[in-house]
């Protein structure tokens, strides 16, 4: 028999009240008081946290929450953590829920998902609270927004309260809001009732990046004008603060980048002192700021590695807008960085169009310079005795800094070795043009992206004052940016270009910002192949795309699967005055022009084969002139199956060349001055007005809703010259799937 051992028995006991502690605070209370640390497990039951302390959270669920109570300071740590609210359990909730008066210091380890599908945020930090994502931060967080709220920020389950303090230390943290809200940030409230908080009041945080790997994304709940920025939001009652010391950061949205989109709210202080950082607008809205109300956002920029790109045009306004207006092309202009003052002391800054003129902090007006250098970490840039901010700096080959307009002595360092050292004088003209001039540049895709700047590109980590750029090689990741600028006038060869996007499945392969012109060139043969749901060339609001080609041989071949666009324009113009442009689609389109875009055919030749849809097509106001040269297709015009009613606004004019269509020309008006078109089909079940002043103009059958006809002829009183020929020769029962019913 063994010895009664009293003190190993004491403490056998006492562990086994304090397990029995322990377990009674995971199993029977959802209330969790803890003086050291604390292990719970999630899977079990919803978690609040009443005391300050340490705690260690593991465990999955898609029933429980964790909250943190008013007053609480706690260290949580996340071990692989999945909390997950699916639609399907209707419960509005946010899933970290941190109350106003509370602050949590968050240390990530392992792989962490809070995944929102219905009412309510990922991590819910309202005004007066606090969340810092520690430094000490080894794993990731993978936060998702359910309706009406940010994935890290403001929720309309209390929208009252706003948008908090939010800091981000380290870790990798992915943040993402698909339902018209913030990824870190504000969220939206859109109630319907006469509930006092309404849409755009749950911002206004104070967001701060010291490091880490953050990614941010806003979304749209589907409409034209829906959508928060990636890292912002907006509040009616008070300014929000964003400012980004360091860390990798990359935000985007269907609307600001970083900033807001908020019409009538108080703004962002935008502070950028460091870090590496992404940030693209979409829907028309900047990359950093607010476009929609810059005047109530200020960007500051010290330091730090920044490429800002507002969207290029890709919204469908509602059909109320006039594109004559000044609210039409304030509401087109998706700016890089747009504030209503911007402060640049520092930074290597890829952005190129700016709401308001730069200053330095003097107040004096800066300017965009590039400068080719050295490769390496910069630690200084002087010029003369002015000290610009070099943070998280790196030349790969040059950089795009701001600098006041005077003489002096400039010099950029790293360490002990001189990247750049020479006298500068920035003129008034954007600074490339104190390059020297290189007549052609010669750029092999296969290698390097190309960006277009006004008076010269960026190949290779280059900048080149040039005047033609001649593109060659293969293609299968890289592409063509031309940046928007109201004089910017660039003219690009193609020479035996080969373009297979339909590896990789990435569209645009050549981006028209907004407001520019693109001289294209076509030399040799060149072919480009889109695969499903892409786009091969985009033509930005206002700009021009205009192909010239010199002999017979000089072709681009376009391949395009379904869905595929080769060439969308909403609100631009395409040319083309010599060359040969072939198509080759399945779906999609060879030229879409959207709302208001508009396709002319001046010389060369055009075919286009289009298994289903029409090559040529668009809605509301699309425009097709013909000029001269050749059309050769299947259909053209606004396409739907069945009984069409198409906008009384599109419209095609002939004033020259020859025009085949083997199918259906289908537009609301028809005007004939000249030139040679024939149809199998004009028309649609709402009719086509058709005048004729001069030309030929044949047709297999002509449907005029005016005369409730399926199929009838011409009105004499529209034909004042030229030659109509109407063949009737199409079957009443073919057509009669065109038409729309009169009653």
């Not at 594109?323 to 002391?345: K, P």
């Amino acid at each position: 028999m063994k010895p009664y051992n009293m003190k190993s028995n004491a403490l056998k006991w006492m562990a086994g009240v304090l397990l029995s502690i322990l377990i009674i605070g995971i199993f029977q209370g959802t209330t969790c008081r803890a003086s050291e640390t604390i292990k719970l497990d999630i899977s079990r039951t919803n978690i609040v946290i009443s005391e300050s302390g340490n705690y260690i959270i593991k465990g999955t669920t898609d029933t429980n929450t964790i909250q943190v109570s008013k007053g609480v300071t706690a260290r949580i740590m996340l071990m692989d953590v999945s909390i997950y609210n699916p639609g399907d359990n209707r419960k509005e909730t946010d899933l970290i829920d941190i109350k106003s008066g509370a602050s949590v210091e968050l240390v990530v380890c392992g792989r962490n998902t809070i995944e929102n599908e219905f009412f309510g945020g990922a991590i819910h930090v309202p005004q007066g609270a606090t969340l810092i994502i520690s430094e000490d931060s080894t794993g990731s967080i993978r936060a998702i927004a359910g309706f009406e709220a940010a994935a890290i920020g403001g929720s309309a389950i209390s929208a009252e309260e706003g948008c908090g303090t939010i800091v981000i230390n380290g870790g990798t943290v992915y943040a993402e809001s698909p339902w018209d809200n913030c990824g870190i940030g504000g969220g939206t409230c859109s109630r319907g009732d006469n509930y006092p908080y309404q849409r755009f009041y749950i911002g206004g945080g104070d967001i701060t990046i010291n490091g880490g790997i953050v990614t941010a994304i806003g979304g749209s709940d589907g409409e034209m004008q829906g959508g928060m920025a990636g890292i912002g939001g907006d509040s009616l009652t008070r300014q929000g603060s964003i400012t980004i010391n360091g860390g990798i950061v990359k935000a985007s949205s269907c609307e600001a980048g970083i900033g807001s989109e908020s019409t009538i709210g108080m703004g962002n202080r935008i502070t950028i002192n460091g870090g590496t950082i992404t940030a693209n607008g979409n829907n028309n809205a900047a990359g950093i700021g607010s476009a929609s109300n810059s005047e109530n956002t200020q960007v500051f920029i010290n330091g730090g590695t920044i490429t800002a790109k507002g969207d290029y045009g890709t919204r469908e306004l509602y059909e109320g807008y006039s594109r004559d207006t000044q609210e039409y092309l304030d509401s087109m202009r998706g700016y890089d960085i747009a504030a209503g003052q911007i402060v640049i002391s520092g930074g290597d800054i890829r952005a190129y169009d700016f709401s308001v003129q730069p200053v330095d902090t003097n107040g004096d007006i800066v300017k965009q310079t590039f400068l080719n250098c050295e490769t390496g970490k910069i630690t200084k840039i002087k010029f003369d005795d002015i000290v610009y901010g070099t943070e998280d700096m790196t030349s790969d080959g040059f950089i795009s800094i701001f600098l006041p307009e005077k003489a002096g002595k400039l010099t950029v360092s790293s360490g002990k070795n001189m990247l750049f050292n020479d006298d500068y004088f920035n003129t008034y003209q954007d600074t490339i043009d104190e390059m020297p001039r290189t007549k052609q540049v010669i750029a092999d895709l296969g290698t390097s992206d190309l960006e277009l700047i006004k008076g010269g590109c960026i190949y290779e980590n280059k900048v080149y004052r040039c005047d033609t750029i001649l593109v060659t090689g293969s293609v299968i990741n890289y592409r063509i940016y031309v940046h928007q600028g109201k004089n910017n006038t660039q003219h690009l060869v193609f020479q035996n270009l080969n373009v297979k996007y339909s590896l990789t499945g990435r569209s645009d392969f050549l981006i028209l910002d907004n407001e520019v012109s693109l001289f294209l060139t076509i030399q040799g043969e060149n072919t480009v192949s889109l695969g499903k749901d892409t786009r091969g060339l985009f033509v930005g609001h206002d700009a021009s795309l205009i192909f010239t080609g010199d002999e017979e041989g000089d072709v681009i071949k376009f391949y395009a699967k379904d869905n595929a666009d080769a060439i969308y324009t909403n609100y631009g113009n395409v040319l083309l005055y010599g060359g040969c442009m072939n198509f080759e689609l399945t779906n999609g389109a060879a030229i879409n022009t959207g709302d208001y875009g508009t396709f002319s055919l001046c010389g060369g030749s055009f075919k286009a084969h289009n298994e289903t849809g029409a090559a040529i097509t668009g809605s509301n106001y699309m425009k097709v002139n013909v000029f001269g040269g050749t059309l050769l297709a299947d259909t053209i015009g606004v396409y739907e199956s069945g009984n069409e009613e198409i906008s009384n606004k599109t419209k095609l004019t002939m004033t020259g060349g020859t025009v085949l269509v083997n199918e259906r020309v289908i537009f609301s008006e028809l005007i004939v001055y000249g030139g040679n078109l024939t149809t199998r089909i004009l028309g649609c079940g709402t009719g086509c007005d058709a005048t004729v002043y001069g030309g030929i103009l044949t047709i297999g059958a002509y449907l005029d809703y005016v005369q409730g006809e399926q199929n009838s002829d011409l009105l004499q009183e529209t034909i004042f010259d030229g030659i109509v020929i109407q063949q009737n020769d199409v079957p009443m029962e073919e057509l009669a799937q065109y038409f729309t019913d009169l009653c």
